[in-house]
């Protein structure tokens, strides 16, 4: 499949806060050596701006950022800090050895925050605001002010407030959903707003920063872009406080895939995003979720056997871009309890195997049998699958029609078994010094025979609780040596089944032999 990008005219920039914002989040603080890493990761994908930390807040933060601030090349490095001079001081002290520095300051706006937090007047916000930001330009020219809890700001005063930065020499605006409250049309109302309004808009970067606490946090992200904000706020992964942030991979996509309703660009790398997403899951020991959008372990995956049987036609049936433009090698075909035979022949023939229609009828009988019991049928059971049939097939004398088995610390163990003997159910039951030898006994008493048991096998198939046991069975008769295999999530089912394989395989060689005694008379 392939999708054609035409790279749309209007510039966005990317603001990552994978590593102040994303650490945030409850349990994800990463050592120095880790951000680093991510910080070199984020530069190469092509980052416009990474706000490495709080320097204030700790002196590992101060630390992250002064470190970081030498080490990328061609990002711009950002340090967060609040409207106080002791803030903005420690930020620019950390900033100070930055190829391209940006300090972010900011202050809560709304009325809400103003009264219970802050416990200001609005007057002596607006002049925080003021003083902040022109403080903030002595230390660079690259300015960022945000009005925390933006999106539920009286619009007056929040006109007041940004008007206010750009005067001091803020050079970029943000407007933060701090609590993930706005729904998409009032995300891009409020930029449409701010441009009619505020004096001097067209001189700064609008951006917007979005959290995700009713879900919305890309949809809101995409909406302000759309109403003319050029810098989106996001993390890798979606990491962030509470809910998280805008997820940076799903921003990124959604304007790469559909250029035809969003003409806009970025500078990011997208076949990097699958590395930085596992490196991040990595340093804060966050897994990603399985259907997470983008770097999900199921965003390429398929089970469905609808779905596989168009994935296998055409990908661009169910696939709206290639896995290979965010770091897949190729899109994954899941084999389960959901997969069609189509899915399964195309998986056959990958592991070289070339089977009619009547066959495939039976293995992919035995395939649903054993995907009912497992989450995922891998390579590895398919094969054991097509061995066991190979052992068990040719017309079978004997077939395991019910089996059940006791055993455990109290003796004795026992077995109750019914077979199909040459079309007619029989039962026994038996007991051994094992669930197994009392199978086995069982077995002997409906099906007589002098065979002795030879080789008796059991390995694991795959990984995992519920992987299946293979067991191959060799048994002797009177200078006759004949095998059985079997594989099952049940040891004592696939014993019972590889020992009947191999009765059967005995069968039909006594039979075998005696053709030949009679064809030499």
């Known amino acids: 499949m392939t999708i054609q990008h035409s790279g749309g005219t209007e510039r966005v920039l990317i603001f990552d806060t994978t590593l102040r914002d994303g650490e945030q989040s409850p349990g994800a603080t990463m050592s120095l ?131 206010t930065a750009i005067k001091a020499g803020a050079r970029t605006i943000n407007i933060p959903d701090t609590v993930g409250y706005s729904a998409p049309v009032e995300s891009a109302a409020v930029i449409r707003m701010l441009r009619e309004r505020v004096p001097d808009i067209d001189c700064v970067t609008l951006s917007t920063h979005c959290h995700n606490d009713l879900g919305l946090a890309v949809a809101n992200s995409l909406a302000a872009v759309d109403a003319g904000a050029r810098q989106v706020e996001c993390t890798i992964n979606g990491l962030g406080e509470r809910a998280g942030n805008a ?55 398929h089970e469905a056997g609808i779905h596989q049987d168009g994935m296998i036609k055409h990908a661009g049936t169910y696939e709206i871009m290639r896995p290979e433009e965010v770091g897949l090698h190729e899109s994954s075909i899941v084999l389960g309890k959901h997969s069609g035979r189509a899915a399964v022949r195309k998986k056959l023939h990958e592991l070289g195997y070339e089977i009619g229609n009547n066959r495939l009828n039976e293995v992919f009988r035995q395939f649903k049998f054993l995907a009912d019991r497992k989450r995922e049928v891998y390579d590895d059971d398919l094969i054991a699958i097509m061995q066991s049939s190979d052992s068990q097939n040719g017309s079978a004398t004997l077939a395991v029609e019910y089996l059940r088995v006791v055993c455990g610390t109290e003796s004795p163990q026992s077995a109750h078994i019914r077979l199909r003997l040459d079309g ?68 004592v089912l696939a014993s019972v089944n590889a020992y009947v394989a191999a009765l059967n395989s005995l069968v039909r060689r006594r039979m075998a032999a005696q053709s030949q005694e009679l064809a030499s008379l």
Not at 277 to 301: C, E, M, Y
Request: with cysteine.
């Open 247 to 301: 997820a940076l991979e799903e921003i990124v996509m959604a304007m790469r895939v559909r250029q035809d309703i969003m003409p806009f660009r970025t500078g990011v790398e997208s076949s990097r995003i699958i590395q930085a997403s596992r490196l991040v899951s990595q340093a804060t020991g966050f897994p990603v979720q399985f259907n997470k959008a983008i770097v999900g372990k199921n965003a390429f995956a």
């Open 33 to 163: 050596s880790s951000k680093l890493e991510i910080a070199e990761l984020l530069d190469l994908m092509g980052i416009d701006i990474i706000e490495a930390g709080f320097p204030i807040a700790s002196q590992g933060d101060f630390k992250a950022v002064q470190e970081i601030s030498q080490q990328v090349k061609r990002a711009t490095v950002c340090g967060l800090a609040r409207s106080s001079p002791s803030d903005i001081d420690r930020a620019g002290e950390a900033l100070k050895m930055a190829r391209r520095p940006r300090i972010h300051t900011f202050i809560s706006t709304s009325a809400l925050h103003m009264k219970y937090k802050l416990q200001m007047d609005p007057e002596d916000v607006i002049e925080a605001v003021d003083r902040s930001v022109r403080q903030a330009r002595r230390y660079c020219d690259d300015v960022q002010w945000s009005p925390e809890d933006g999106s539920r700001t009286d619009h007056d005063f929040l006109c007041r407030a940004v008007e």
């Open 424 to 491: 007619t159910c029989r039962e026994a039951r038996a007991c051994g010094s094992g669930p197994v030898d009392a199978a086995f006994n069982a077995v002997s008493k409906i099906f007589s025979h002098e065979a002795r048991l030879q080789n008796y096998q059991v390995h694991a198939v795959t990984e995992g609780m519920d992987a299946q046991a293979t067991v191959s069975i060799t048994l002797s008769e009177h200078g006759l040596i004949v095998n059985g295999q079997s594989s099952n999530t049940d040891t």
